[in-house]
């Protein structure tokens, strides 16, 4: 028996080991594109015009040490041993850092954050001991609400910079592969081939977006794995042949000969340096589609020793062609016999670079526009079976024109790195500043264990990130006239919908006007479901009473529906679903949050009001059931859901049924909703429920319940209507200039020119009704 216990333990050992390679093999295709392409712009940058390489190789050689201590640090120590340990449930990037930091202190201005959301099974909230100076650090966070500003000012920017880098990295790693043609062309005519070039393949690259990488995907992984195998070979052999002794410009001591000679020029050169690591961020944003440990294995024991074996052999042939007819450049180092190959397979790598910093792209946008931080857009799912694989038109085309304009306007691989340098370093220095705040806040450690690591990795990339602001008017402009454009718009978005929520909340009605509202109104019912789409958590939105004040008819079945985005990466859908009543039972009308986290697929329209019914039915079963074991332990006719406040919600789910305990109260325009739930008790669930005309009195569900779910499936029948609001932002009088600007001209502009929310829902046109409203803010 011992024995068989241990093969089975040997076994799934093997097979954990088996998945764990696998998964680090295709890592390469996803994570380490744009990184491993490095190798093709970094010595062209940084030797552009800043420094030249003279006889005595002290120039190459410190290069190559910035790079080799530069590569360690950051990607190695910085990113695979600390950054990806500070995961959102398995997720990476800005927003999952930012997430992390919202759950475990008051800092969050987006209106998303209830206390029942703390049930989730995904909603990691580990909470050992605080110590006294981290739990300081928290107070003092939480105290100061311009702090809670610039905190979602720094994701803001990292997140523009993200998509300025989606931007820039198709540019320069196309562009660079595409540039070993002009050893084979003259001076003259190369740049005119190069640029056509470049700009087609960019097109055909963003042409095919729409169709998903899932049908080429299996093909990333090859192609990578064939270039860093290339790359590694080649500078192994250009070591052996050229300079046998270029390993001692490993050591640190060539850094300070190298800045003690070049001074101002070397310091300069660095934004050219910085692009070997271009790349690493990627493995942090993308740890969600893999593990912490294949992406640790993939890069410490195949891309590391890689890129270092190919930035040695470029420096042990660069040491000895000091006046080479050709600037300095990859494929010089290549040898004219394999030159060609090297080029197809160099093209290949950089077009499935580009295509994971786009698809990263798409996904960032997708997590702002889900948090209410971006205008509304359309996001098409290219998979059914791949989670992630999304594409947005809008974005796509913009990002192709503008790399077409980058490409023709910039025309050199220096203006390109500096470009692009400038945007990778800044979106660095915002993960150093967030993972230290989740240090303190999430892990606990001592506050100078937080600052040790923010100074260390924070003064690296200041250096060069310096050394990129001074090369503005040498193309950095760009990342910093996109992302202040960018900013722009995403904080104005997110200043008019927290505007909005507390306008909403401050304007809503309660039940007992609605239904003394009722008789002088003369309110006639119809048949079907009506789904009013709220903000809302509770209480009736102000939308829907205008609605019925001056149309007084609504539909048999009411729905309220609230799609709430929560600050984890997924809500299981046993657990996305919050149902409650609106009223007393005879009022037939229901409340629905829907919960979804910042990286889950919304659903279509008619697989939701499907799903809709379904656990509505659920609810208004184990409603009836629990109060009829209310009454039967208490024999208290005040126990049943006749009340006229809305007393509970139930997490209708696969499995389970928990109910929770909700109190109405006038809720204050905060980051976290004063809506108070507890668990009380668990129920089973049954998997569905039909109507049985034949059914006697006696039976357990009783004739008011069966009543209750016929008038429910008879209203889905009927037809169901969608309802939403039609706002119209206007600042109020007296507000200042720049709130006036933000919201009568920026939002309204913004949400004119976007996608509706029927677009964004996918509500069929002939089922929607739109409710024109003026908010004043």
């Known amino acids: 028996m011992d024995l068989d216990c241990g093969k089975l333990l040997s076994s799934s050992k093997k097979d954990s080991w088996k998945t764990t390679l696998l998964l680090a093999y295709q890592s390469l295709g996803v994570v380490y594109g744009d990184l491993g392409i490095s190798p093709l712009y970094v010595y062209k940058s940084t030797f552009a015009e800043d420094i030249h390489h003279s006889e005595t190789n002290e ?84 105290k100061h609400k311009f702090l809670h500003t610039a905190l979602l000012i720094l994701v803001l920017l990292g997140t ?166 050709h600037k300095i450049g990859f494929y010089v180092s290549v040898p004219e016999c394999v030159r060609w190959p090297v080029l197809a397979i160099a093209i290949l790598a950089s077009v499935v670079g580009s295509q994971a910093i ?61 470009a692009s340098g400038l945007a990778v370093m800044a979106v660095m220095l915002v993960t150093t500043c967030l993972t230290s705040l989740v240090i303190v806040l999430y892990w606990h450690k001592p506050p100078i264990v937080a600052l040790a690591f923010l100074l260390f990795f ?56 609605l239904l003394a509202l009722g008789p002088s109104l003369g309110i006639a019912r119809v048949p079907g479901i009506g789904i009013v789409f709220t903000n ?30 929560v600050p984890v990466p997924y809500v299981p859908p046993a657990e996305r679903y919050l149902v409650g009543r609106v009223g007393p039972t005879s009022h037939r009308s229901y409340r629905c949050i829907v919960r979804y986290g910042y990286r889950d697929v919304h659903q279509d329209v008619d697989s939701f009001e499907t799903q809709l019914v379904e656990k509505l039915a659920d609810f208004i079963h184990y409603d009836w059931c629990d109060n009829e074991k209310k009454n039967d332990d208490y024999d208290d006719d005040d126990n049943r859901s006749g009340s006229s406040n809305e007393c509970r919600l139930a997490v209708i789910g696969m499995v389970s049924v928990s109910n929770f305990e909700i109190e109405e109260s006038d809720l204050q325009p905060a980051s976290v909703s004063s809506v108070e739930m507890e668990p009380v008790n668990v129920g089973q669930r049954r998997v569905r429920f039909y109507v049985d005309d034949n059914e006697s009195e006696s039976s357990t569900m009783g004739v008011q319940l069966q009543e209750e779910l016929r008038e429910l499936y008879a209203a889905q029948e009927a037809g ?24 009568n001209y920026g939002y309204n502009f913004l949400s004119r020119n976007c996608r509706g929310p029927d677009v964004a829902l996918k509500v069929p046109p002939a089922s929607l009704l739109e409710v024109g409203m003026v908010y004043v803010v």
């Open 458 to 513: 924070g003064s690296i990339e200041l250096l060069y990130f310096s050394a990129s602001v001074i090369k503005f008017r040498e193309g950095a402009w760009l990342p910093i006239l996109l992302s202040l454009f960018l900013m722009t718009i995403m904080f104005v978005w997110h200043y008019a919908t927290i505007k909005k929520y507390e306008y909403d909340l401050h304007n809503k009605v309660s039940l007992d006007w």
């Open 160 to 325: 523009c910079m993200v998509i300025g880098d989606g931007l820039l990295t198709p540019v320069i790693s196309v562009f660079s592969a595409v540039s070993g043609l002009e050893l084979s062309m003259s001076k003259d005519h190369h740049q005119y081939a190069v640029i056509p070039i470049t700009c087609f393949i960019l097109v055909c690259l963003f042409a095919l977006q729409h169709y998903g990488t899932h049908r080429v995907g299996f093909f990333f992984a090859p192609v990578v794995l064939t270039w860093l195998l290339c790359i590694s070979g080649l500078g192994l052999y250009n070591i052996i042949h050229w300079n046998p002794r270029v390993y001692e410009a490993l050591s640190p001591y060539y850094m300070v000969k190298f800045l003690k000679k070049t001074r101002k020029s070397g310091w300069m050169s660095l934004g050219g340096i910085l692009l070997c690591i271009t790349g690493s961020e990627a493995m942090f944003a993308d740890i969600g589609h893999f593990s912490y440990t294949a992406i640790q294995i993939a890069f410490t024991f195949l891309v590391y020793p890689a890129l270092i074996l190919a930035y040695m052999g470029q420096a042990a042939y660069l040491s000895k062609h000091h006046n080479s007819t």
């Open 59 to 142: 120039e190459i050689f410190g290069v190559l040490s910035f790079v080799f201590w530069t590569l360690t640090l950051v990607p190695l120590f910085k990113y695979v041993f600390i950054v990806l340990r500070a995961d959102d449930n398995g997720e990476g990037g800005t927003f999952a850092l930012y997430s992390l930091i919202c759950r475990h202190a008051k800092v969050s201005l987006l209106p998303n954050h209830q206390v029942s959301d703390e049930a989730l099974s995904t909603y990691k909230w580990e909470n050992p001991p605080e110590k006294k100076n981290s739990s300081n650090v928290k107070k003092l966070l939480e």
């Open 358 to 418: 786009i698809s990263g792209t798409f996904s960032i946008i997708n997590q702002s526009q889900s948090l209410g931080c971006f205008p509304r857009v359309k996001v098409i799912h290219t998979s059914d079976k791949i989670h992630g694989q999304i594409y947005i038109p809008e974005i796509n085309w913009v990002l192709m024109i503008l790399c077409i304009a980058v490409t023709i306007g910039f025309r050199d691989v220096k203006h390109m790195g500096n």
């Open 536 to 565: 809302l958590t509770s209480g009736i939105p102000a939308n829907f009473s205008r609605f019925v004040t001056n149309l007084p008819a609504f539909h048999r079945v009411l729905v309220f529906v609230c799609l709430k985005s």
């Open 720 to 743: 169901t209507a969608f309802i939403l609001g039609h706002t119209h932002v206007k600042a109020k009088q007296g507000s200042s200039f720049m709130k006036r600007l933000a919201l």
